[in-house]
């Protein structure tokens, strides 16, 4: 099937509707192990758990972490019947405080022994980013410096995204009006 970028664009909708949303809330993924999730998510990337339920509650239970203040930003459901094969979840993304910190974390990871799927700039957004695999196959991202929309509407051609198949190439060729501060 060709996607017709065209068509696709002038099926956007300018209607408004009568509320905001601000930032995505959380992701709920299956899992097939919850301990192993539970180290991996917490042990390797530093989650924090906020509460913790059992079956009585939801069927294979439930953890819930956060990485923010808010009460969770990810939740885990035991009783996945086998590792997933990415069709019901592309990826989820997460931002990290700096630049610095996407460093650190792909460093941390590779001691880990966590399967790094691409690091670098890919493009629309113009972030920097790591994508690694959870136990289960999910694909995980860390990213920082995504580009901000004003109310003008106005996003940076593809022209000028400058994609990088490196952390230190992403660094080094910065998008157009970017300067790397870390």
């Not at 459901?77 to 086998?82: K, L």
Request: some cysteine; proline content about 5%.
């Amino acid at each position: 099937m060709t996607v017709d970028i065209e068509k696709l664009r002038a099926a956007i909708s300018e209607t408004q509707p009568p509320f905001a949303l601000k930032k995505l809330g959380h992701v709920v993924i299956k899992v097939t192990n919850l301990e192993r999730s539970l180290a991996f998510y917490a042990g390797v990337l530093g989650f924090k758990v906020s509460d913790i339920i059992g079956e009585d509650r939801m069927p294979g239970g439930m953890i819930f972490m956060r990485c923010n203040p808010d009460h969770h930003g990810i939740a885990l459901i035991g009783g996945a019947p086998a590792a997933t094969q990415r069709y019901e979840l592309h990826h989820m993304a997460f931002e990290a405080a700096s630049l610095d910190d996407i460093f650190r974390a792909r460093d941390h990871l590779r001691a880990q022994g966590v399967t790094l799927v691409f690091e670098g700039r890919r493009g629309a957004g113009a972030q920097v980013l790591i994508e690694f695999l959870d136990p289960d196959g999910h694909h995980i991202e860390f990213y920082w410096g995504i580009d901000q929309i004003g109310a003008d509407g106005v996003v940076r051609p593809p022209h000028e995204w400058r994609s990088a198949k490196s952390l230190e190439e992403a660094v080094a060729n910065p998008p157009v009006d970017r300067a790397i501060v870390k």
